[in-house]
Structures are given as structure tokens and as C-alpha cells.
């Protein structure tokens, strides 16, 4: 019978393995209030874009604005008495000037009266007076020297006190800002599940912001690729029918394994332009670990009985052409195309169509491969059902993996 057959050839053949990995946004952040109270308003919507700044929701601020007006008034006062006791200190300390000169005129008038006084040519009632004059200009001196260090003790106990009050209204007016919940970053609003009237704590969610700084790929990785894993390596994102949605490569490998899983975290920079990346989403990732030459054969030439994948590869002699089962075993499905680990060497002829209709050892016409275009009126080859590489589990034909998934 005629049967259609290829010369197999050698191909690069990409040692790969496909993994679960996770979407994430490298400026994704979560929205909770720092402050507690009800909602009175949301000044936005889900899906909407902000600006870093914008205010999304007000939290009722009655009470802390009493409180921040309270810590103003108390703040105001302490300052206002700081003032007095300052200008009653610059008072205090111009009567010392005064007190000072009237010392220092008494001494004189003392001094001038004692030597009069000891030449006799002064009373004794004069010297008294003056004696006594010295004695008032010395203490009304240190009078207003206790008065002026009294003043300057409860100055500088006003001025702790100022800046106590001066403190707590700060704090009071940053509390206050916190019932106003702003945007952190620029970006896109996730959905918001707060409602106006509800009551909020700081471990309410509110909603969250999807930044604008990148995706990436968040790839935990088995330990025992460990020997495998480096920087650099290519990484396709998948969706759930193998079509690529993205390439990318491994820009970062944690220094350590997660315990509870055993794996080590790889990621990789994703594009922001492709919708189907979507930050949260679960998808699957192909990792290139490394590409060698080896013989690959259309998967139509493929057959598989129970567990065990076969070709037939064409035998001639004395003129006389004939195929031979021969049993192979699979690497990965690309391009149609699989990977043959072993049992196959390139440069032999294998049957490429057809080949359910055939039997070890059968006699065939060999014929190259047909052109893409068929001809007109020409019954293309049938298909041949799709094949799985053995397992050994003793299960029935079932089609061959893409890949090996993890």
C-alpha cells in the first residue's frame, strides 16, 4: 500500500516544564483607613482611574474636629501666658536696672556720710539714715533678682507646656487628615465593597489600587528544579489552550526555599498591554530550562497502543520496502511536532500518514510528503488519532501531554 513517509531530522528541542504561577502588580496596593468612624461619603467608583493624592472616601471627622479645635484653644492659651510672663520678665528685669543705680547711689551716699561722720562733721542720725538707705537699695536688689528667677522658672515651665499642647495639636490635626482616605498611588480602582453609612476600623478593606509601575509573574518553582533555576531563563505565560499570551524572562530568584511548599520564588517582568493579563489571575508558565539538537516526528506518525508510543520506520531490501513498529519514547509536543527521547535516530525513514492502517512488518510503496496546497480531486491522508507517550500506568490510548505540567 503507498504510505507517505520523511527522513527524520534533527531539530532544537527545549528541555521545559510547565508551572502554576500568579499575576501580580508591582504597584498594587490595599486601601484601609487609618482612622475609625462612619463612611459619609465615596467620592469614587470601581474601574475608576486616580491620581496619587485624590481623595476616594471621608470618614465623619465631628468628633476629631472637636477634638482638634479643644487642643488649638488649650495651645493658644499656654502661648498667650508664655507672652505675659515673658513681658513681666522684660519688666522685671528693667526695675533691676532702676533697683541697681539706687544701690548704687545709696552705697555712694553711705560712703560720703560714714567719712563725714567720722570726722565729725556729720550726725549721728545722718550716718544712720544713710546706713539704713543702703541696706533698703540691697534688698529691694535681690527682691527683684528672686522675682526674676521665679519668672524665668515658670517660663520655661510654660514653654514645655506649649510645646506639649503644641505637640498634641499636631498629632490631633494629622489624626484628623486620616479621615479623609486618599489614593497612595496613581492607578486603577479595584471593586469597592464599603457602602456610605457603614462603620470602618483600620482592618476594614476597602478597596485596592492597581498601580502603573508593571506587572509581573510570581512563579514558585519546585525545589527540585533547584540545579536548573538561574536568572535569565525563558519563561512563556500560557493560557488554558497552550496559546502564549507573553514572553519574558526570570529576573529574580529568591535566596531562600518557603518551607510550608518547598519552593523556591522566580519572577519575571510582564507586558501592561496585553488584557489578558490581568493582576490576580492563575496561570501557566513554561520554563526553558535549556534547548539541544535532538530527532523530532510529526505527531500524526505517532501511534500508541495501550501505554506505549510506536513509529514505523521504513525497512528496504532486495527492492522490497516494509515497515517496522518500533517502540519510541516522547518528549514534548511543539508545532505539531514531538521530541523523541529515544528509540529513534536521525536519518532513518519513518511513515508519516496513515499509519493506523498499518501493521509491523506490512509491505509499503513509500512516497515523499505532499505538497501544503493538495491537489484537486486528491482525498487528503486521514488523520491519525492523537497519541500519548507511555506511562506504564496500564491505561488505555489516550493523547499525548504538550508539556509536562506541574
Given amino acids: 500500500m503507498p504510505a507517505v513517509v520523511e527522513t527524520v531530522v534533527t531539530s532544537p528541542v527545549p528541555d521545559q516544564t510547565v508551572l502554576t504561577a500568579n499575576i501580580r502588580s508591582r504597584g498594587a496596593v490595599d486601601i484601609r483607613p487609618e482612622a475609625s468612624g ?31 479645635s479643644q487642643s488649638r484653644a488649650l495651645t493658644a492659651g499656654a502661648s498667650a501666658e508664655l507672652a505675659r510672663s515673658k513681658a513681666n520678665l522684660a519688666q522685671l528685669q528693667a526695675s533691676l536696672e532702676q533697683r541697681q543705680a539706687d544701690l548704687t547711689f545709696a552705697k555712694r551716699q553711705s560712703d560720703r556720710i560714714a567719712g563725714l561722720y567720722a570726722t565729725q562733721n556729720a550726725s549721728r542720725e545722718s550716718f544712720d539714715e544713710a546706713s539704713a538707705g543702703l ?35 499636631r498629632r490631633s490635626e494629622v489624626e484628623l487628615a486620616y479621615f479623609s482616605v486618599k489614593a497612595p498611588v496613581t492607578g486603577l480602582l479595584a471593586d469597592i465593597p464599603v457602602r456610605e453609612g457603614d462603620r470602618v476600623d483600620p482592618t476594614t478593606f476597602l478597596t485596592s489600587i492597581v498601580g502603573d509601575e508593571g506587572l509581573e509573574l510570581y512563579l514558585p518553582v519546585p525545589v527540585r528544579y533547584s540545579s536548573k533555576l538561574a536568572a535569565g531563563l525563558a519563561v512563556e505565560v500560557l493560557d488554558d489552550d497552550g496559546t502564549v499570551l507573553a514572553e519574558s524572562a526570570l529576573n529574580f530568584l529568591s535566596p531562600r526555599a518557603d518551607e510550608a511548599t518547598q519552593t523556591v520564588l522566580a519572577k519575571a517582568a510582564l507586558p501592561t498591554d496585553n488584557p489578558a493579563l490581568r493582576v490576580g489571575r492563575f496561570v501557566r508558565a513554561r520554563v526553558t530550562w535549556s ?64 499509519v493506523h492502517l498499518l501493521r509491523d512488518g506490512a509491505p509499503v510503496q513509500p512516497t515523499p510528503p505532499p505538497t501544503a496546497t493538495t491537489a484537486a480531486g486528491e482525498t487528503p491522508p486521514p488523520k491519525a488519532p492523537a497519541a500519548k507517550p507511555a506511562s506504564g500506568d496500564g491505561s488505555g490510548a489516550t493523547a499525548p501531554t504538550e508539556e509536562t505540567a506541574e
Fill in 135 to 169: 541696706k533698703r537699695a540691697r534688698a529691694q536688689v535681690d527682691s527683684v533678682k528672686a522675682q526674676i528667677d521665679a519668672q524665668r522658672a515658670a517660663i520655661r515651665a510654660l514653654g514645655a507646656q506649649v510645646a506639649s499642647t503644641r505637640s498634641s495639636q
Fill in 291 to 354: 534547548v539541544a539538537d535532538g530527532p523530532t516526528v510529526p505527531a500524526l506518525a505517532v501511534v500508541q497502543v495501550n501505554t506505549q508510543a510506536y513509529v514505523f520506520v521504513l525497512k528496504e531490501e532486495g527492492g522490497a520496502a516494509s515497515v517496522q513498529q518500533r517502540p519510541v519514547e516522547l518528549g514534548p509536543l511543539r508545532d505539531q511536532r514531538y521530541a523523541v527521547a529515544s528509540g529513534l535516530e536521525a536519518g532513518e525513514t519513518i511513515v508519516v500518514q496513515g
Fill in 38 to 68: 462612619y463612611l459619609v461619603s465615596i467620592a469614587v467608583k470601581s474601574g475608576q482611574r486616580v491620581e496619587a493624592g485624590q481623595e476616594l472616601m471621608q470618614i465623619d471627622p465631628a468628633r476629631q474636629q472637636a477634638t482638634v
